[in-house]
């Protein structure tokens, strides 16, 4: 069980705990592609540091089952936790930005300009950072698609909770945040281009925004306010 830190009473404690849960919300900083650029030293700064401790704080996710160990904990990153973080700054993302751009105008009428024209695009420009986190797949029998069996079922559960600890602590450290499925960015080439192993899957793009960056324009999450309340989404069992 956890104490409250020095100083802190245990009322205090809980309600910073709780705000921080109520208060992250999907926040879209959206901005035209063409309009990708570096942040001001200070602020890239202050980001760099945020994001690290982020990391940090993240990986003390529960997990119930390790990460195979031929496939996964061979590489470069060698943790047994069924997850890993890949961290893209400002400069990495309008360079992956650059490198779309390319592919759309090579090929028109492919997936690479269908993704140059998505929604993606804009906010990989509006962001200040991208955690990709992937979920690390037992291999299936076949060598196909991951099979939903127990093992993986709660690889995915405990990525999950990885990714929602990071968008804890980043909100507790007042940066915007906002859980993608990735669209393209979950692409086996642009996995290629990133160094991301091939046997991961992604479990979220996690979009990381300091506020006041230039933005087009911001955006929620549509099903935020439909969700109802706590007798919609619980029940107590009686004896
Ligand atoms: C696994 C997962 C994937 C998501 N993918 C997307 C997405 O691709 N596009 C999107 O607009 N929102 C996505 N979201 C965010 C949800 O739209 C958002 O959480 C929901 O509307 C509730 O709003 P809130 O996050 O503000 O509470 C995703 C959320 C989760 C958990």
């Given at each position: 069980m956890s104490q409250p830190p020095l100083n802190q009473t245990r009322a205090d404690f809980v309600a910073a705990v709780d705000h921080v849960i109520r208060e992250r919300k999907t926040l879209k900083v959206l901005r035209d592609p063409g309009d990708c650029a570096d942040l001001p030293f200070e602020v890239a700064a202050q980001l760099h540091v945020a994001v690290r401790e982020c990391l940090d704080v993240a990986g003390w996710a529960p997990f119930h089952k390790p990460a195979h160990k031929e496939t996964h904990q061979q590489g470069e990153l060698k943790s047994v936790v069924p997850w890993r973080f890949y961290v893209l700054e400002k400069p990495a993302l309008c360079a992956l930005l650059q490198r779309l751009r390319t592919q759309a105008q090579a090929q028109p009428d492919s997936k690479w300009s269908?993704?140059?024209?998505?929604?993606?695009?804009?906010?990989?420009?509006g962001t200040g950072a991208l955690v990709l986190t992937t979920w690390l797949p037992d291999p299936s029998p076949d060598g196909g698609a991951p099979v939903l069996t127990e093992n993986n079922q709660e690889?995915?559960?405990?990525?999950?909770?990885?990714?929602?600890?990071?968008?804890?602590?980043?909100?507790?450290?007042?940066?915007?945040t906002y859980w993608s499925s990735?669209?393209?960015?979950?692409?086996?080439?642009?996995?290629?281009w990133l160094g991301i192993p091939r046997t991961q899957?992604?479990?979220?793009?996690?979009?990381?925004?300091?506020?006041d960056l230039p933005a087009d324009a911001l955006e929620g999450g549509s099903w935020r306010e439909k969700r109802g309340g706590p007798a919609d989404w619980s029940k107590w069992i009686e004896a």
């Amino acid at each position: 069980m956890s104490q409250p830190p020095l100083n802190q009473t245990r009322a205090d404690f809980v309600a910073a705990v709780d705000h921080v849960i109520r208060e992250r919300k999907t926040l879209k900083v959206l901005r035209d592609p063409g309009d990708c650029a570096d942040l001001p030293f200070e602020v890239a700064a202050q980001l760099h540091v945020a994001v690290r401790e982020c990391l940090d704080v993240a990986g003390w996710a529960p997990f119930h089952k390790p990460a195979h160990k031929e496939t996964h904990q061979q590489g470069e990153l060698k943790s047994v936790v069924p997850w890993r973080f890949y961290v893209l700054e400002k400069p990495a993302l309008c360079a992956l930005l650059q490198r779309l751009r390319t592919q759309a105008q090579a090929q028109p009428d492919s997936k690479w300009s269908r993704a140059w024209e998505s929604k993606i695009t804009r906010v990989i420009s509006g962001t200040g950072a991208l955690v990709l986190t992937t979920w690390l797949p037992d291999p299936s029998p076949d060598g196909g698609a991951p099979v939903l069996t127990e093992n993986n079922q709660e690889h995915i559960a405990a990525a999950s909770a990885a990714v929602q600890n990071l968008m804890l602590a980043a909100e507790a450290r007042g940066l915007q945040t906002y859980w993608s499925s990735g669209g393209v960015l979950n692409d086996a080439e642009v996995f290629d281009w990133l160094g991301i192993p091939r046997t991961q899957k992604l479990a979220g793009a996690v979009f990381l925004a300091p506020t006041d960056l230039p933005a087009d324009a911001l955006e929620g999450g549509s099903w935020r306010e439909k969700r109802g309340g706590p007798a919609d989404w619980s029940k107590w069992i009686e004896a």
